[in-house]
């Protein structure tokens, strides 16, 4: 007797058939089982048979077992606002959410990436195809929350091994709220972003919602000209204590601790932890304030500089933290990172524009143009100043080598600097960090000649 082998139109196309030649059936369809004649497609896991069908040809009996695939199908669209429509499977939390969509390029670092507060209003789109394979941990955080709006890769591991992980991925993101979608083909997303420019995006688990409505969604949403920092800055002022751990410091520049500290006022536009660990380590007791605080209280606490931190979205959006730039530089050394060097930018008379696609990984090159030194440095900016449109005075100290755009600036008469990008490099390599020793020299020189 042959099996019946066509058994497509009797199962649906979620499972998959076994075909069994068999005698004697009985309600027990493993206990009957006499040969095996196939299994149609060839995936078997034949502990998950959840059905048992009996089917009768000619003289003998064949039994056919239908079971649900043993892996997860697709439940979730990203779409897109030029109309493109990208299914994969959902991860971390459920629901519906809208942001700008951009790519990053790191390989590593992806925990750091979805709590830094410069991803608020965005979906990171990781190159690199696997990711959480090492878990999370809550040394690793730079914040107190996520801010990425959602999580974008191609392949979610489905194990996880690492010696300081306490918690996977997915239940990390679910627990935060934070929605994840994988198995999509993140290249041709990133090649779409590049040649079109970053795009707003909607992710749902909902099918209740028709691909056009997302598309609306998409097309109706906005990111540029919104006010994104005061979400992400503290409410309260408040000291910063902590360093960077003895077992992770990587620089023989780092100053005795003994030794007289420098006051500084840090800004915060959505700050990373990371770049107040490195002011601490090279010897900055610092007093963290929120975005709108009075520039008089900041005068008031006596500071022998100030940062103006990293922080979300367009800096043409918050005109209140120009201002608060503008009252400050030349009155004590001032030092701009990312949002901050785009906020010193505007404060020195110059303007900003929105990129094509920003800047974000850890591995971009720059050129310091003074001595001629390339780092390899970490960056997550969608805005940049625009050079020619700054003051007599103002000197460009580093250029990104993959576009030519301004990657950090010194004004020597106004005791100001900044650079676009991420010297504390978390994740990201540790070329970058002298950039904290110059804001210390800065401020060693300003005290002598005080």
């Not at 069908?53 to 779409?79: E, I, M, N, T, Y």
């Not at 949002?339 to 800047?359: E, I, R, S």
Request: charged share 20%.
């Amino acid at each position: 007797m042959q099996p019946q082998r066509d058994c497509t139109s009797f199962f649906f196309s979620s499972s998959f058939c076994l075909v069994f030649s068999v005698s004697q059936p009985t309600a027990s369809c493993r206990s009957s089982v006499r040969e095996c004649e196939g299994v149609y497609p060839i995936d078997l896991f034949a502990s998950q048979v959840c059905n048992c069908h009996r089917w009768r040809q000619g003289g003998g009996d064949c039994f056919f077992l239908a079971a649900a695939r043993p892996w997860k199908a697709s439940d979730c669209r990203l779409v897109l606002e030029d109309g493109s429509v990208w299914s994969g499977k959902s991860f971390g939390s459920t629901g519906t959410q809208v942001g700008e969509v951009v790519f990053n390029t790191s390989l590593t670092g992806y925990q750091e990436i979805l709590t830094d507060p410069s991803y608020s209003g965005q979906f990171v789109l990781m190159t690199q195809p696997h990711i959480g394979n090492t878990g999370v941990n809550l040394g690793d955080e730079e914040s107190g929350k996520c801010f990425t709006g959602a999580l974008i890769i191609r392949r979610l591991s489905n194990i996880v091994s690492n010696w300081r992980s306490s918690e996977d991925l997915p239940e990390y993101l679910k627990k935060r709220n934070v929605m994840g979608i994988s198995d999509i083909d993140t290249r041709a997303i990133t090649r779409r972003l590049r040649e079109e420019g970053s795009l707003i995006g909607v992710l749902t688990t909902e099918n209740s919602k028709t691909d056009d409505e997302l598309i609306e969604m998409a097309k109706t949403w906005k990111i540029a000209g919104k006010d994104l920092i005061t979400d992400a800055s503290c409410t309260e002022p408040y000291e910063w204590q902590e360093k960077t751990d003895d077992e992770w410091e990587f620089s023989s520049d780092i100053p005795d601790l003994e030794s007289k500290k420098f006051h500084v006022v840090a800004y915060d536009f959505g700050v990373k932890q990371n770049i107040l660990r490195r002011l601490t380590s090279y010897g900055c007791k610092i007093t963290v304030v929120p975005s709108t605080y009075p520039t008089s209280k900041v005068l008031n606490l006596k500071p022998d500089g100030i940062l103006f931190s990293n922080g979300p979205g367009d800096p043409s959006a918050v005109p209140y933290a120009v201002k608060s730039v503008q009252d400050l530089v030349g009155i004590v050394p001032v030092f701009g990172i990312c949002m901050g060097h785009q906020l010193l930018g505007q404060a020195l008379g110059g303007t900003t524009f929105k990129m094509k696609f920003g800047h974000h990984g850890g591995n971009h090159p720059v050129r310091h143009l003074p001595t001629g030194r390339v780092e390899i440095s970490a960056q997550n900016h969608n805005y940049a100043v625009d050079p020619d449109t700054l003051p007599e005075g103002v000197e460009v100290t580093h250029i990104n080598l993959n576009d030519g755009t301004c990657a950090g600036l010194t004004f020597p008469a106004m005791k100001a600097m900044s650079i676009q990008y991420h010297p504390e490099a978390s994740p990201g390599p540790h070329d970058s960090d002298p950039a904290f020793s110059d804001f210390v020299e800065m401020m060693r020189k300003n005290r002598s000649e005080a």
